[in-house]
């Protein structure tokens, strides 16, 4: 059981680094966070692998405040995400036309949908981010859904002044990212009874219910 959990998370967030440099190749808009990471990366010169794991790792300094601990899903996902979003820019070409564009776009949105499903259902703790949502949800009393589009309006705006592309994408993932983890997680959720031997407790019982809340509202990995 924990080989098929640790190998349903390397390759959810292998798929969800290269889910996004589908995103960026297809030129259609990206999510939220990922507009921040581009428009990050365009002015400071990093690529968008090394923003995305150093913004992961500062958003992890505000779970503090919000007594949030990282698990090993959690730590593993503020790394290969971008790790595996560079290697994705460096093979994947740009789209040669519209219909191209189109096509990745929905390519990006499945397979980041798949990955989403795979990290979350090996139960080994949220992404970044998506723990920055649970805990600021925990400890303010606010839904999920209140604090996650409180979090990525902020993000989103800052992207986008800072020269991240925001467009049809951005709009296609967020009305479709939600239902298809929602669609997709029950295949992939690995069950909660497992041996005692075989579990992580530390990483996975506190983080089980906040980061399937956040799966079924759209949730991320990162």
Known sequence: MMTRRLLQLFTGLAMY???LAI???AGLGLDPWDVFHQGLAGITGLSIGVVVIIVSFLVLI???PLRQWPGFGTLCNAVLVGVFADVGLALIPEAANLGGQIAMLAGAVLLNGIASACYIGARFGPGARDGLMT???????WSVRVSRTLIEVVVLGVGWLLGGSVGVGTVVYALAIGPLVQLL???FMVPASLPAEARDDDAVEPETPATLETATVEADVK
């Not at 805990?135 to 009393?141: H, V």
């Open 17 to 19: 680094g290269l889910s």
């Open 23 to 25: 995103f960026i190749r």
């Open 62 to 64: 505000l779970w503090i």
């Open 135 to 141: 805990g600021l949800a925990r400890r303010t009393g």
């Open 185 to 187: 997680l029950p295949r």
